[in-house]
């Protein structure tokens, strides 16, 4: 019976890391790639999403990252549709949406954030300071 009570609390609480870690989105930093001039804006980082059109977490996160860019003068948002843009998501690795890429003002991708995260992890992104969701790869 004991063991029982433990397996099933073992269950629960597994879950509901899965379940918390979803929420928190997935961030990579990243070296080594750069983007096109196409996606960069002089003196600007940008928060790059790459959506699709019946991504329901890509229209939760939007606002986020557009209130972002619409607080820091320093940051710009785009939004762009993997579909439509399918060779750049495939020559940049994205296989999900939403995926959120951090360029620098110098056009290099200093990190990558794949799902639905906080604010506060874009803007550590944004700003070079690494989340608890923290991993770093160089493509």
Known sequence: MELAIVTAL?????IAGFI?????????KVSGHTISEDYRTPGKTVLLQF???????CAQLKPRLEKIANFRSD????????????????SLGIRSTPTTLVVSPAGE?????TGVAAAEVFVNAIDG?????????TI
């Open 129 to 137: 300071r690494p989340s608890t969701t923290y991993e770093e790869i």
């Open 10 to 14: 073992v269950a629960v609480a597994t």
């Open 51 to 57: 959506t699709t059109e019946f991504c329901s977490p």
């Open 20 to 28: 918390w870690k979803r929420g928190q989105g997935r961030v990579v």
């Open 75 to 90: 940051v710009e948002f785009r939004a762009i549709d993997a579909v439509e843009h399918l060779d750049l998501a495939n």
């Open 109 to 113: 991708i200093t990190a990558r954030i």
